[in-house]
């Protein structure tokens, strides 16, 4: 429990204020106790909501990890979607950075954009991406919505290729209706 509050002064030290929910269907029973998503609005920093996993690394025997995704208006889906992921890494999926999951449906109504790729908090670099909490090292991703196209392109070419064509077209993360650019 008491990595719970250093992982909330983490993300608030970044992020700003926060409000916590807990997702209550399906078997969250699984998850580790007290699980919760914490949801960051729009601040003088960013100029966009902010949802993050919190507990997702109090699981033993898998990466401890903690996933934060950005979305251009408060969409609550993601609460749901970030809860399903973290039941997924805890009851045998054991992610890490540069892995993708199938969302299972698109992160919003009419997006293409229906996987997420782990990748490294680009925005704030290793200033979240790390904290070291006791004996634990903790490593906190950005969770990315891609395309399925983009997803096979990096399962045959590689994160770092994919990662080179976000930059060369001027990946613009927030879009939910962007084009592949693959």
Not at 51 to 79: K, Q, W
Not at 88 to 98: A, D, E, F, K, R
Not at 118 to 128: I, K, M, T
Request: glycine share 6%.
């Amino acid at each position: 429990m008491e990595d719970r509050q250093e992982i909330k002064e983490h993300y608030t030290n970044y992020l700003g204020k926060f409000t916590e929910y807990h997702f209550n269907k399906g078997p969250v029973n699984e998850l580790p106790d007290n699980f919760t998503i914490l949801k960051f609005s729009p601040n003088r920093k960013r100029n966009m909501w902010i949802y993050a996993t919190c507990g997702m690394s109090d699981y033993e025997g898998r990466n401890a990890i903690e996933l934060h995704m950005f979305s251009p208006v408060e969409h609550d889906f993601l609460i749901e979607l970030l809860t399903v992921i973290a039941h997924y890494h805890v009851t045998g999926g054991n992610l890490g950075w540069g892995h993708t999951v199938n969302f299972g449906c698109s992160w919003y109504p009419a997006s293409t954009q229906r996987y997420g790729l782990l990748s490294l908090p680009y925005l704030d670099g290793p200033v979240l991406e790390k904290c070291q909490i006791d004996s634990k090292m903790i490593q906190f991703l950005w969770l990315l919505p891609i395309t399925e196209t983009e997803r096979n392109y990096k399962k045959h070419k590689g994160l770092e290729a994919l990662e080179q064509k976000f930059e060369e077209n001027q990946l613009n993360y927030l879009d939910p209706f962007r084009e592949s650019v693959v």
